[in-house]
Nanobody, 120 residues
Framework: VQLQASGGGLVQAGGSLRLSCARS????????MGWYRQTPGNQRELVAS???????TYADSVKGRFTISGDNAKNTVYLQMNSLKPEDTAVYYC???????????????WGQGTEVTVSS
């Protein structure tokens, strides 16, 4: 399973960015996909996630500003980030919790990370 993230960059405060994460590889079942972020010296934190049924979860700090969505046909999840703040600056990672054909347990796979920088 591979996750290819894209869409990061430099943006001014108040601006918008859209992250994409495309999943490839054979799986038996997908539980959910999500976006996490990490800044130097801090733990990776959940930003938003979406289940295959469409249930979404957001960190309190991004509610009302970020929207996660999935395109099951394209095996892709998106994170629309609006009203960006300098504190949103981080490396953003996409993740997918899947069950492989050869396993009975779910495993989390990670993308390579894409950097988001919000200038004040």
């Amino acid at each position: 399973v591979q996750l290819q993230a894209s869409g990061g960059g430099l943006v001014q405060a108040g601006g918008s960015l859209r992250l994409s994460c495309a999943r490839s590889g054979t799986i038996f079942m997908l539980n959910h996909m999500g976006w996490y972020r990490q800044t130097p010296g801090n733990q990776r934190e959940l930003v938003a996630s979406v289940t295959t049924g469409g249930t979404t979860t957001y960190a309190d700090s991004v509610k009302g500003r970020f929207t996660i969505s999935g395109d099951n046909a394209k095996n892709t999840v998106y994170l629309q980030m609006n009203s960006l703040k300098p504190e949103d600056t981080a490396v953003y990672y996409c993740a997918a919790e899947v069950r492989l054909v050869t396993s009975v347990a779910f495993t989390t796979f990670w993308g390579q990370g894409t950097e988001v920088t919000v200038s004040s």
